[in-house]
């Protein structure tokens, strides 16, 4: 059973900013892209956003409009972990933040975290 660890998420202030970590031990960590949804307060799973993806090999990546030039997502196959660097937090960022492993080559094989809060409040 594939696991999905995140942590790092808590309450900032405006301008603030957080890091927050996905590690999924156990698989071959190269072979998935890794993604972080937000859901935001109020709504359902299915309107989840995509802010950020990383591919496997690091070097490909996607942003949100939302969020370009304040998130940075990375990733070190080594530990199996991947992060994303969120700054300049503004209040529209709350919501509860998934981590999802998505195996490149077997399309509909994803894993997901249990979600961790993020709450940008003065």
């Known amino acids: 059973q594939v696991h999905v660890v995140e942590s790092g998420g808590g309450l900032v202030q405006p301008g603030g900013s957080l890091r927050l970590s996905c590690e999924v031990p156990g698989i071959t960590f190269s072979d998935y892209s890794m993604g972080w949804h937000r859901q935001a307060p109020g709504k359902q799973r299915e309107e989840r956003e995509l802010?950020?993806?990383?591919?496997?090999?690091?070097?490909?990546?996607y942003y949100a409009d939302s969020v370009k030039r304040r998130f940075t997502i990375t990733r070190d196959n080594a530990k199996n972990t991947a992060y994303l660097q969120m700054n300049s937090l503004k209040s529209e960022d709350t919501g509860v933040y998934f981590c999802e492993a998505r195996k490149i080559k077997r399309p509909g094989t994803d894993y997901w975290g249990q979600g961790i809060q993020v709450t940008v409040s003065s």
């Open positions: 802010v950020a993806q990383i591919g496997g090999g690091g070097t490909t990546t």
